[in-house]
């Protein structure tokens, strides 16, 4: 990436004011009550909506975008105050092309909304957007972030309070990197007490919890969160588990894909139970009620 100096020279004289904006857009869980209001409001307003098949059918829960039927062939769609956006399908395989895309897009005056599961800046779509951007040379195209609410802060607090202390996520795909570096940052999060939230867990999940089991004991409480946030919609039910480090691998049935996250505890992480149900909860530093 292009060093501060650069960076600084190349956008001296600003985005040209015949231009769009590129929005990557995280949409949390992906329906309503789990999405931000700018959120909605940018999704609702963007002349171009680019989102996978399942994100669209989220996104039409509350009529954030338009219903499957108001779409014609060619992918525009009226929305009921008459404004006209165009609905572009996404797939993981068409995502660089989907990038130039919006590029052009923006250039041609239109606000985009690139849509994201999640939060974009955690193992979603910024990255790429960016990189792109520096293959294509494209200085010339505003991009803005809007942030959405993540698995782990989702699934977090589907089980209580467990990252209430020092936490870290660590990715589970190997798609990119080495199997060596993630058993690295694994084994140092274990080592550093860390509470760690496993994403892509339908990879490798169980060789990661032994990994983190030869750096921290057994009884170490461990909550399974699948589909935190979209309750029926997801691929297969919104759901949580709590169970000990030592038995997390033994409830492969319980982890069900890419929805799928680990939040393991470290030493100070403990249950909570009430009338209704059992929570997971790892106090800030182990302070009492006075030192509130």
Known sequence: MSSESDTSDSVADGTPDDHGTLYVVGIGPGLPDHMT???KRVIESADVVIASSLYQEFLRDDGTLPSKEAVNDDGFATRDDGFEQEIVRSTMGRQIELARAAFDYVREGKDVAHVSG????????????FKMAEEEGATDVPIEIVPGLTAALGGAANVGAPLCNDFCTISLSDK????DEIEEKLRAAAISDFVIVLYNCWRNYEKAVEIVREERTDDAYVAIVNDAGREDAGRNGESQFITSLGEAADHDDKVSGMGTSLIIGNHETDTWRNDDRTYLVTPRGGRDVDDF
Request: glycine fraction near 16%.
């Open 37 to 39: 209001a700018k959120a």
């Open 118 to 129: 999640g939060d974009p800046s955690v193992y979603g779509k910024s990255d790429l957007i």
């Open 176 to 179: 990119w990197r080495g199997w």
